[in-house]
Nanobody
Framework: QVQLVESGGGLVQPGESLTLTCAAS????????MGWFRQIPGAQRELVAG???????VYIESVTGRFTVSRDNAKNSVTLQIRNVKPEDTAVYYC????????WGQGTPVTVAS
């Protein structure tokens, strides 16, 4: 059974950085295109960054330059580095495959406030 466990969120001040990590199990990770999604209350979950099995990153325009996604196939993990956080980054962050059709984890909440 697929299990995705996100960690690393918390309360940060604008301009700071943080790193989110997703540990995956129960899937052929190295053959899976992975993504980071985020959801704010009342809104749909949106894909913000992804990394293909070929290690090619993709980002939505609004986070390009501040977010960096990477993967470690040896550890079955995918990481999202967020630099210069902004209040609009406040959300619960989840990982999943790029289609978002695996079982969702509990997510890790990020709150940006001064």
């Amino acid at each position: 059974q697929v299990q995705l466990v996100e960690s690393g969120g918390g309360l940060v001040q604008p301009g700071e950085s943080l790193t989110l990590t997703c540990a995956a199990s129960g899937l052929e990770f190295k053959f899976t295109n992975m993504g980071w999604f985020r959801q704010i209350p009342g809104a749909q979950r949106e894909l913000v960054a992804g990394i293909t099995m070929a290690d090619n990153p993709v980002y939505i325009e609004s986070v390009t330059g501040r977010f960096t996604v990477s993967r470690d196939n040896a550890k079955n993990s995918v990481t999202l580095q967020i630099r210069n956080v902004k209040p609009e980054d406040t959300a619960v962050y989840y990982c999943n495959n790029l289609r978002g059709d695996l079982n969702w984890g509990q997510g890790t909440p990020v709150t940006v406030a001064s």
